[in-house]
């Protein structure tokens, strides 16, 4: 079993910067990998950043070159570091495990999911 609990959304200037972490408990957080996914009002929940156990990084093509996904092991955390952000960034970002790297990061292979926190990106 893993918990998932997201934290550091708020409202950020278009441009701006903003750091989303997830902290997860479980012994077995490192053998998991983990990803970032965002719901806007209205749309589909999307993949945003994967990482796999060994710390290769996955993007989707709208964030690619200005988000960072890293995780920290030693603290059961896993970070998106968000850059040159867009009013089309806002969203509920969601942070989510599974037990082994999928060949495609979709919210239906999930295990785990956290609550959510809000990202506003507005002027």
């Known amino acids: 079993q893993v918990q998932l609990v997201e934290s550091g959304g708020g409202l950020v200037q278009p441009g701006g910067s903003l750091r989303l972490s997830c902290a997860a408990s479980?012994?077995?957080?490192?053998?998991?990998?983990m990803a970032w996914f965002r719901q806007a009002p209205g749309k589909e929940r999307e993949f945003v950043a994967g990482?796999?156990?060994?710390?290769?990084?996955y993007y989707a093509d709208s964030v690619k070159g200005r988000f960072t996904i890293s995780r920290d092991n030693a603290k059961n955390t896993v970070y998106l570091e968000m850059n040159s952000v867009k009013p089309e960034d806002t969203a509920v970002y969601y942070c989510?495990?599974?037990?082994?790297?999928?060949?495609?990061?979709?919210?239906?292979?999930?295990?785990?999911w956290g609550k959510g926190t809000l990202v506003t990106v507005s002027s």
């Open positions: 479980g012994r077995t957080f490192t053998t998991y990998a």
């Open positions: 990482i796999n156990r060994w710390k290769s990084t």
């Open positions: 989510a495990a599974v037990s082994t790297t999928p060949s495609r990061w979709s919210q239906y292979g999930m295990d785990y």
